[in-house]
T-cell receptor
Framework: DTEVTQTPKHLVMGMTNKKSLKCEQH?????MYWYKQKAKKPPELMFV???????INESVPSRFSPECPNSSLLNLHLHALQPEDSALYLC?????????????FGPGTRLTVL | AQKITQTQPGMFVQEKEAVTLDCTYD???????LFWYKQPSSGEMIFLIY??????QNATEGRYSLNFQKARKSANLVISASQLGDSAMYFC?????????????FGQGTTLQVKP
């Protein structure tokens, strides 16, 4: 089973709202990732968690706040977003962060910021 | 400099024919992994195939095969017997061993359309 789940599938929020994206995997993976993808572009890495610790923050604005409560769960808390933050947000997981490990992606959350 | 280059923004193929999607990469790291993903319009990134830099044989997974030419730094995806459901965007990606960050470096993608 290589399933990564993400909720919600779609999210519309105003610039003053606070919302959260959720990602879950039950493959025993110890690395989890958040990506942002604009239409017709490749995904851009935002954050990497390795063994529940934040190991990479790709200079993401503080209005995006990741959280890894346990090895199966990854959240992305959103606050005071801008319209340009509208995108597809993809979560992924892999066994660990070595170069041979495959990242498995969830179906994504389509975020619209009004 | 681009680390992953996909030179075909869009391609067409007739159903049941084979198609090759090009990917070249640039790295000085001797240890790296190359991945291909498929992304239908629904948005999910679907893993297709993996090739490690030390693998002697080309990877195959069902109708997908990877034509790995290490000296040329190319890792082309071959899809045999195309199906209508193969219409999607395809991304080539690389992870480098020395950085050990887990970061996937993506190419710009190729949109494949399969014609009936």
């Amino acid at each position: 089973d290589t399933e990564v789940t993400q909720t919600p599938k779609h999210l519309v929020m105003g610039m003053t709202n606070k919302k959260s994206l959720k990602c879950e995997q039950h493959m025993g993976h110890r690395a989890m990732y958040w990506y942002k993808q604009k239409a017709k572009k490749p995904p851009e890495l935002m954050f990497v968690y390795s063994y529940e610790k934040l190991s990479i923050n790709e200079s993401v604005p503080s209005r995006f706040s990741p959280e890894c409560p346990n090895s199966s769960l990854l959240n992305l808390h959103l606050h005071a977003l801008q319209p340009e933050d509208s995108a597809l947000y993809l979560c992924a997981s892999s066994q660990v962060v070595t170069y041979t490990d495959t990242q498995y992606f969830g179906p994504g959350t389509r975020l619209t910021v009004l | 400099a681009q680390k992953i280059t996909q030179t075909q923004p869009g391609m067409f193929v007739q159903e049941k024919e084979a198609v090759t999607l090009d990917c070249t990469y640039d790295t000085s790291d001797p240890s790296y992994g190359l991945f291909w993903y498929k992304q239908p319009s629904s948005g999910e990134m679907i893993f297709l195939i993996y090739q490690g830099s030390y693998d002697q044989q080309n990877a195959t997974e069902g109708r997908y095969s990877l034509n790995f030419q290490k000296a040329r730094k190319s890792a082309n995806l071959v899809i045999s017997a195309s199906q209508l459901g193969d219409s999607a965007m395809y991304f080539c990606a690389m992870r480098e061993g020395l950085s050990n960050t887990g970061k996937l470096i993506f190419g710009q993608g190729t949109t494949l359309q399969v014609k009936p």
